[in-house]
């Protein structure tokens, strides 16, 4: 495998998925430097969000239309100048627009880097090639909130944004040089009507949800959003029925394989989403630590992810798909449901031990879903494969952090008592709950389903095995 390829994409991504975290811990000090507050601030995390959700479904068609490398580098292009606004906005509506413009670069960089992976890389080496893409969205979140912390308190706020523009520049040039150029597939007219209906869909989603679980607006806002993007999605579902080139064609749900990956993928990160959003509030609440101490501890995950990226495709080889997730999915549930029983008293080492086989196992999840959207797909689908699979994350991140944050209100509501750790505990087993209902599309999978990505065989020892 040409390492290259994913490392430049990874590299990428890394700055986006941590870029979309970082500010979390300097929202106080920005606010304070552009004459609002906290709460108003948290307009632009949603911005970012809501872009996300508007783009995303396009991507595909920019890709197929002119070329995936050339929107990727696009792309970087794009959320460099948003970067850029970011640090330079002096008010709250110029700091909302320039999130929402790197929301736009971001939107194209993550699905065109997996189709870019896909279409350059033999399928019995895309797991191997979509760890590296993988660990950027673990270790991202984890990573953020202490580099924002820490940049922050001994720097300057603007210096988050900043530094983008040489990474940005660097990762632009590294993509011309280094990626394979890969035809346009040709991409017939736009769908308007399926890009509204989708934009309105997702992006009322992904709002309500964020208002929902960031109440800089009344949470009425955020239900009536979520309802306007569900009759959007409905609407959506029946036009691309009629329409022979949807913007996003749903009958790759027929094939088993993609929806197991789709939907099991879905659901797990509801759960998982919610655990950036808990573990910082349990120990900087709970245990009373201080953000850069919470971020310490719950970057030891991140190293779980890095040990996986060795052992992933292993694993697959051995286990195959069906049984590995499986697995790694009732594991990091039950994991999920260990960081409930955590308190004051509970040492450093152990709960570093449990978030690092944790980190393990959700990053082994994450890389087989992610390699199993593609392991029956055709190559011309593998466009709208990394659209709907981009789609279907953004909603259950967004979702999770809704889900996790109302549990743990409803928990102390319920309790008569402010936030403890009884209210964090009922919060972690909800949303282990819902991760260990993740499994459920990948039991009826049959047992060589994805072997021609994992290389695993079951029937004749003497077959030979594709090489890792």
């Not at 430049?8 to 920005?30: G, K």
């Not at 797991?127 to 940049?151: D, E, Y």
């Not at 009507?193 to 992904?206: D, H, K």
């Not at 979520?226 to 949807?246: K, Q």
């Amino acid at each position: 495998m040409n390492r290259i390829i994913p490392l430049i994409l990874a590299v990428a991504l890394f700055m986006e998925n941590m870029d979309s975290t970082v500010i979390a811990t300097s929202l106080p000090a920005i606010a304070t430097d552009i004459g609002t507050s906290p709460v108003a601030l948290k307009l632009a995390l949603t911005a970012y969000l809501v872009s996300l959700a508007i783009f995303i479904p396009i991507s595909s068609w920019m890709a197929d239309k002119h070329g995936a490398k050339r929107v990727f580098r696009i792309a970087i292009a794009v959320f460099v100048i948003g970067s850029i606004g970011c640090a330079a906005a002096n008010a709250l509506g110029g700091f909302v627009l320039a999130r929402f413009v790197q929301g736009i670069g971001g939107a194209m960089m993550t699905p065109v880097a997996r189709l870019v992976l896909v279409r350059s890389t033999p399928k019995r080496e895309l797991v191997s090639a979509m760890a590296w893409l993988t660990m950027p969205a673990l270790i991202g979140p984890m990573l953020g909130p202490p580099v924002g912390g820490f940049i922050t308190t001994f720097f300057s706020w603007h210096w988050i944004f900043i530094i983008n523009v040489p990474i940005g520049v660097l990762g632009i040039w590294l993509a011309g040089r280094f990626l394979p150029e890969i035809p346009s597939a040709g991409a017939g007219p736009i769908d308007l009507p399926g890009f509204f209906l989708s934009a309105i869909a997702a992006s009322g989603i992904v709002f309500g949800l964020s208002v929902v679980s960031l109440p800089a607006l009344p949470p009425a806002f955020g239900v009536a959003a979520v309802l306007v993007g569900i009759a959007a999605a409905i609407f959506y579902v029946r036009h691309s029925r009629r329409r022979s080139h949807p913007l996003l064609n749903l009958r790759l749900f027929a094939n088993p394989v993609f929806r197991a990956a789709v939907i099991g993928g879905l659901v797990f990160r509801v759960g998982i989403g919610a655990v950036p959003f808990l573990l910082p509030l349990l120990f900087q609440l709970g245990f009373g630590m201080s953000p850069f101490q919470s971020g310490m501890l719950t970057f030891a995950s991140a190293m779980g992810a890095f040990a996986m990226k060795l052992l992933a495709p292993i694993m697959l080889r051995l286990g195959g798909f069906r049984t590995i997730l499986i697995a790694s999915g009732l594991l990091s549930a039950g994991l999920i449901a260990v960081n409930g029983f955590f308190t004051p008293a509970t040492s450093a080492g152990v709960i570093i031990l449990v978030l690092l086989v944790a980190g393990f196992f959700r990053s082994l999840f994450f890389t087989s879903t992610n390699a199993l959207v593609f392991a029956d797909i055709e190559s011309a689908d593998a466009s709208q494969a990394t659209a709907i699979s981009a789609v279907s994350q953004q909603i259950s991140i967004a979702l999770g952090v809704a889900v996790g944050g109302t549990t743990l209100e409803a928990a102390a509501y319920f309790s008569g008592q402010a936030i403890g750790p009884s209210a964090f505990t009922t919060a972690f087993l909800v949303i282990a709950f819902i991760s260990m209902l993740a499994v459920i599309p990948f039991i009826g999978l049959a047992p060589t389903a994805g072997n021609s990505v994992s290389g695993h065989r079951l029937s004749d020892p003497e077959e030979p095995r594709a090489p890792l």
